[in-house]
């Protein structure tokens, strides 16, 4: 078994084979109770599954969560990777996710074998690859790094050494110019932030003069450009909070509204728009994939599951253990 295992088969956990005719909020808390389950919720998930999980965050905030709890089974309310990584960090755990279908554009864009041979091609320089990335990749790789994380660690690494960044290369091309270090870029990109446009913002924020523009570096460079403040949702999230400004232009997935809003009532939060002016793009096929009758037939059938071999786990969980040994401490 050398690549992740998706268990049961998808037949026998269809919602057909449910009949959903009760309270599915309470019957997911009793189930919970039930398994000694942890719900997390990545900041991009609907609004109903933040109000029930038990810890929403970010990729960083989230793989820790993953690490400390004390839980018999991990919930992981985002896409197949976050739930990978709960495994490779908490391997004598169950972790189940919602929806087996919930990839990520980037993991898509960076199969192993051709990350592999990318890598070969530059054998002195150091490998930071983004969270977004598969189990496979991450054990090729020599550090993981998230959005909240990666300047940080990028700054520790000797200025003589080369640096391969994957798969996101407007993330690698912001963190380059950050840093001024020269980076060897993998050519993947976001299917959510990749549609913001720049002039689309524009007109936005002609229209909306007190408002500030605000932006995940996941974004294009011209985007980014634009930005009052570039940063991770967890760091676009205090700065909306710390901010005295009352109104905000968001540039990344319109999941982190709910926490915006939950934490500011009294501010306004528009979406930036795409290229043909709508905000479509402000929301991740992938992400809202997932439901909390998904979430409650998950917790029932035990699966999709994630089940690794443990040797993979072990060459991935080396390059996450680094991540989180080279992270800054959590805020208090």
Known sequence: MLNTVILPDEESRSEENFALDFNVEEEILRLKKDLNAVILAHYYQEDDIQDIADFVGDSLDLSRKAAATKADVIVFSGVKFMAETAKILSPGKTVIFPDEKAGCSLE?????????????QYPDHISLTYINSSAEVKALTDIVVTSSN???????????????FAPDKYLGGYLAKKTGRNMVLWPGTCIVHEQ??????????VQHPEAAFIAHP??????????????STSSLLKYVTDSPIKKFIVGTEQGIFHQMRKANPDKEFIA???????????NCPFMK???????YLCMV?????IEMDANLMDRARHS?????????????
């Open 108 to 120: 898509d864009s960076c199969p192993p074998d051709k990350f592999k041979a990318w890598r070969a």
């Open 150 to 164: 990666a300047e940080y660690i990028v700054n520790q690494i000797p200025q003589d050494k080369g640096i391969l």
């Open 196 to 205: 913001f446009s720049a002039k689309e913002i524009t007109k936005l924020m």
């Open 218 to 231: 996941e974004c294009p460079p011209d985007v980014l450009d634009m930005a009052e403040h570039v940063g």
């Open 272 to 282: 930036a728009p795409g290229a043909d002016g709508n905000c479509n793009c402000a």
């Open 289 to 295: 994939l997932n439901t909390l009758e998904k979430i």
């Open 301 to 305: 059938n035990k699966a999709p599951r």
């Open 320 to 332: 996450l253990e680094k991540m989180l040994a080279m992270s800054p401490p959590p805020a208090k």
